[in-house]
């Protein structure tokens, strides 16, 4: 795995967590801040082709 895809896979992993704290807590501006990123972070990892985990449930 490259630089590039665990920077992307490390942010993805972190605001999936953020997310779900988000939701646990109510807070839905940080929850839609947080789902943008997410899809952010996926629409680049498709333009370089790069794998990426799906969320972590716990």
């Known amino acids: 795995m490259g630089e590039l895809s665990r920077a992307?896979?490390?942010?993805?992993?972190?605001?999936?967590?953020s997310?779900?704290?988000a939701r646990a807590v109510?807070?839905?501006y940080l929850a839609?801040?947080?789902?943008?990123?997410?899809?952010?972070l996926r629409r680049i990892a498709a333009?370089?082709?790069?794998?990426?985990e799906p969320p972590r449930c716990e």
């Open 32 to 40: 839609d801040i947080r789902q943008e990123e997410i899809k952010e």
């Open 8 to 17: 992307i896979q490390q942010r993805l992993d972190d605001a999936y967590e």
């Open 26 to 28: 109510g807070d839905t």
């Open 47 to 52: 333009n370089h082709d790069i794998g990426v």
């Open 19 to 21: 997310l779900r704290h």
